[in-house]
């Protein structure tokens, strides 16, 4: 959302309405929200007893299954419940906090397959992954915990190789029309976003050329004014070119502009995938 500048609309520490960069606690603000799900929900947090002498309740968040009030279908829903239930299961188990609440944690950057979805078939627990000597998958949990000695690494090369056949004898023809739709998709985005970009822009000039005749109008004996009118000119120019800027980073680079599949492509694809025609000899 930065990267595109989208900005998010916030409540300052005033109840006002303003709008600022995107935030990793605004955005997971609104994917935990019920309002989006057309929900009315009371009873979302609970106050901590302080745990020193002194100090204030801190609010803490309930399950869901706790939540005192919940009133479904009382506004414009843009997911339905059962997809809001998802996304919160997703954000709840991206979760790096394994040994608490027994999450998978969310992908950490790195070239081997199975980060942190590998688990030990020895002792049960998650496997790390290790980049040392050509990379590998190790269980040192109970080592860590129980200095008892690592329970099993395995080099990652050929677990890797399995799970690529795995995956791309799984990737069928229908797994291809859904990647084409999603790029028709992601073009309609982009097409959208670089529309709002052009009529921000197209909004900004109007405001600038405003500004421009209101400054040549001016009594230039009347320093103040005028002082004060090419300053609010020079701000709307400087706006004007930001507005430019922002549309020039909207126009997606030819490599993402592809938006489908061709059909030659699909139909190697489905040849390939085909099994051998039976031998009539």
Request: aromatic content about 4%.
């Given at each position: 959302m930065n990267e595109r500048d989208l900005e998010l609309p916030r409540r300052d520490r005033y109840g006002d309405l303003c709008w600022t960069r995107a935030t990793l606690a605004a955005v997971a603000a609104i994917l935990k929200n019920p309002a989006y799900a057309g929900a009315f929900v009371y009873g979302r947090t609970r106050f901590r007893p302080p745990k020193r002498e002194g100090a204030l309740p801190q609010k803490a968040p309930r399950p869901m299954e706790e939540w005192r009030i919940v009133v479904k279908d009382r506004y414009p829903a843009y997911i339905d419940w059962p997809i809001y239930e998802k996304i919160r299961s997703v954000i709840r188990d991206n979760r790096a906090e394994y040994m608490r609440i027994k999450t998978?944690?969310?992908?950490?950057?790195g070239e081997l397959l199975l980060h942190g979805i590998a688990w030990c078939a020895r002792c049960g627990h998650k496997m790390y992954?290790?980049?040392?000597?050509?990379?590998?998958?190790?269980?040192?949990?109970?080592?860590?915990?129980?200095?008892?000695?690592t329970c099993q690494h395995i080099r990652a090369a050929h677990i890797d190789a399995a799970v690529g056949d795995a995956f791309l004898t799984a990737l069928a023809p229908a797994e291809l029309d859904a990647l084409s739709r999603s790029r028709?998709?992601?073009q309609q985005t982009n097409n959208a976003l670089r529309s709002s970009a052009e009529r921000e822009l197209e909004r900004k000039r109007y405001t600038a050329a405003l500004?421009?005749?209101?400054?040549?109008?001016?009594?230039?004996?009347?320093?103040?004014?005028a002082s004060e009118l090419e300053r609010?000119?020079?701000?709307?120019?400087?706006?004007?070119?930001?507005?430019?800027?922002?549309?020039?980073?909207?126009?997606?680079?030819?490599?993402?502009?592809?938006?489908?599949?061709?059909?030659?492509?699909?139909?190697?694809?489905i040849s390939l995938t085909a099994p051998p025609p039976a031998d009539m000899g």
């Open positions: 998978r944690g969310a992908p950490r950057n992954v290790r980049y040392k000597g050509g990379g590998e998958y190790v269980c040192n949990h109970l080592r860590t915990q129980e200095g008892q000695p028709r998709v992601q500004a421009e005749r209101q400054f040549n109008r001016a009594d230039p004996d009347n320093r103040l004014v609010r000119w020079e701000a709307a120019l400087n706006d004007v070119r930001a507005a430019e800027e922002a549309l020039a980073r909207q126009t997606p680079p030819k490599a993402i502009t592809q938006v489908a599949i061709s059909k030659e492509l699909n139909d190697k694809v």
